[in-house]
């Protein structure tokens, strides 16, 4: 069997994986799914989150506690394939795959705004429902956009501070097989722009859900779960 660990995107939480948590497990997995700094209910805002270090603190103390015996597999969705790269760096030798969609890049109705010290260059980012209704959970049951509307909060992409992070070697994250489920639907992210992000990943494999928007695990549940079992018995 195999341990899952579930990383959510920006403004998202813990909860996003509820239709997949499990379906992994009923299959006999461990799944651990968390909530990254200032998201989910993790008690802190995105303001007093200066650092993408302090924002991936949770998945790097849930990395560093797995013994070196399991073998993991990493899933991120959108930005929170960022944060599983960091942790493919980090502990190389437990990960045996990982899964990332990619992270939107047009907002409509979404809200920026600075915070912390001008020098840091600091913005928070709140979807808008606009956005979340016509971008991201266009095919989602209605009950989902509704929930995702009551729960997402402010995040951030801390672009300035990633910019000057260390570069991902070949021995840590490059040494991780990586595998990307595209969602066929997915009108936040351009095709092209997909592929070209996938192209410079270096990724293994991509796997395409057809009928998926952004949000694939709302829209289609059971073939990320699917997709997911196959990626482990595969990578492992």
């Known amino acids: 069997h195999h341990h899952f660990v579930l990383v ?16 992994l497990q009923s299959v006999g997995h ?10 989910g209910i993790d008690t802190r805002t995105i303001e007093e989150i200066h650092k993408f270090s302090q924002y991936n603190e949770a998945l790097m103390k849930i990395m560093a506690s797995i013994p070196p015996s399991e073998k993991v597999i ?11 790269a960091f942790a493919m760096e980090m502990f190389p030798k437990i990960v045996s795959a990982a899964q990332l969609q990619l992270y939107p890049p047009d907002y409509l109705d979404t809200r920026f705004k600075p915070y912390g010290n001008p020098s840091e260059n600091l913005t928070s980012t709140l979807y808008g429902p606009k956005f979340l209704s ?60 997909q592929y070209w992000m996938i192209k410079k990943s270096g990724v293994k494999e991509v796997k395409v859900i057809p009928g998926a928007d ?5 829209s289609r549940p059971l073939q990320v779960a699917g997709f997911l079992l196959e990626v482990a018995a595969k990578y492992s």
């Open 214 to 218: 952004h949000m694939a695990m709302f």
């Open 134 to 193: 016509t971008q991201l959970y266009q095919l989602s049951p209605v009950e989902e956009l509704t929930l995702a509307t009551t729960l997402v909060r402010p995040g951030s992409t801390f672009t300035t501070d990633l910019s000057k992070a260390m570069k991902f070697t070949k021995n840590g994250y490059g040494s991780v097989p990586k595998v990307c489920i595209v969602s066929a639907e997915d009108k936040a992210i351009a095709t092209k722009y």
């Open 8 to 23: 959510h995107g920006l403004g998202l939480g813990a909860w996003s994986w509820c239709k997949i948590k499990p379906r």
């Open 30 to 39: 461990k799944v651990t799914i968390l909530d990254l700094a200032g998201s």
């Open 74 to 84: 990493l899933v991120g969705h959108s930005l929170g394939g960022m944060n599983i």
